[in-house]
């Protein structure tokens, strides 16, 4: 088998395993995509605050979707993924620092998610309930930013990414992803894993401007502008058979991601490219908060930040705890 997939993708490498992104083509269907396997990375994410179960699965999710969107950067920037809902998971940011650094935080309040574990609704649309999404490129201190927002009214992540990437990009797209807790040999505890895949279609000519970023456009679905409207017989396709994978399989770690597309693509012929490594890296930094408190915060404000001399800053993403002397900020 590994000698037909080499041949068959034209690989000349060793197939990818976990915290890697591999973009890949599918030529006759006019398509492309990415697919994300996260492994360690995720777990030292969603375990380094010990998450309950319903809210380390939703910001895995989020982490996910974050890979799929900001590894297409072709630029040293961040993509910034970020709800504010009223749900019981009220407030989500996963920063994807590119081209391989990924961070991510979730927070929560303890009484609407037992209530909402009591009456059975803990699916990641449950949780987010009503508000928004919004994603953000920052291209850098001298750049503009670009960023969309998407309603969330009782939908999933996966659900509003469609619409994201119809109405920031005009881009028809669809994702699927997985996270999942497994045990293997020799482990102490399950460990977080999940997996991803975005497919696009871009036809040679028709709908849309194919940008690499994303703008403010307004919606423009062809198929609600059009009555007369015909989606691309590729596109279908390419939908159908995206719609037959498992989560099992996109988190399994036994099926690498080269596999994983030559099992759903291969009758219709898939390209893939050199995958990208991806690893879990936090941008604090003593520097970075003591600039902050230096120019964000008065004496004053300082000083009553102090507990017994000392101001103590704890990283919401890797729970890195600094310490400063508040005295040490007086000119």
């Known amino acids: 088998m590994t000698e037909n997939l080499l ?3 034209g690989l000349d490498r060793p197939e990818s395993g976990d915290d890697a ?8 269907l006019d398509t492309r995509g990415r697919v994300v396997r996260l492994g360690a990375a995720l777990d ?6 010990d998450y309950p179960l319903p809210v380390a699965r939703l910001l895995g999710e989020a982490v996910v979707l974050s890979a799929l969107i900001g590894s297409s950067l072709k630029f040293e920037g961040r993509f910034i993924l970020q709800t504010q809902t009223d749900g019981p998971v009220n407030l989500i940011v996963v920063d994807f620092d590119a081209p391989d650094g990924m961070r991510g935080y979730a927070r929560f309040d303890q009484d609407a998610l037992v209530k909402a574990a009591e009456s059975g609704k803990t699916s990641p649309a449950d949780l987010l309930g009503n508000g928004h999404l919004a994603l953000t490129i920052d291209q850098g201190q001298h750049m503009e930013r670009y960023q969309g927002i998407v309603a969330l009214q009782g939908n999933s992540l996966e659900e509003v990414a469609h619409t994201y990437f119809m109405q920031s990009e005009q881009i028809p797209t669809q994702v699927r992803m997985a996270v ?3 045990s293997t040999k020799g482990d102490h505890r399950p460990r977080w894993r999940a997996g991803g895949l975005l ?3 871009l036809p040679a000519s028709g709908m849309g401007v194919m940008a690499d970023l994303p703008g403010n456009g307004d919606f423009n679905d062809p198929a609600m502008a059009d009555p007369d409207f015909v989606e691309a017989d590729g596109w279908s396709e390419a939908k159908a058979l995206l719609g037959t ?3 099992l399989e996109l988190a399994d770690p036994d099926l690498s991601p080269e596999r994983l597309l030559f099992r759903l693509y291969h009758e219709t012929g898939v390209r893939v490219f050199p995958p990208q490594t991806l690893e879990e890296r936090c941008t604090c930094s003593v520097d970075r908060i003591e600039d902050m408190l230096a120019n964000s ?3 004053e404000e300082r000083q009553e930040m102090a507990v017994d001399g000392e101001i103590e800053v704890v990283c919401e993403f890797c729970s890195s705890a600094y310490r400063f002397n508040p005295h040490q900020f007086q000119n």
């Open 7 to 9: 041949s068959a993708l």
């Open 44 to 49: 030292t994410i969603l375990s380094r605050h």
């Open 297 to 299: 915060f008065s004496d």
């Open 245 to 247: 994978v498992g989560d």
């Open 21 to 28: 992104v591999v973009p890949f083509t599918l030529d006759k």
């Open 180 to 182: 999942a807790q497994m």
């Open 199 to 201: 497919i696009q279609h």
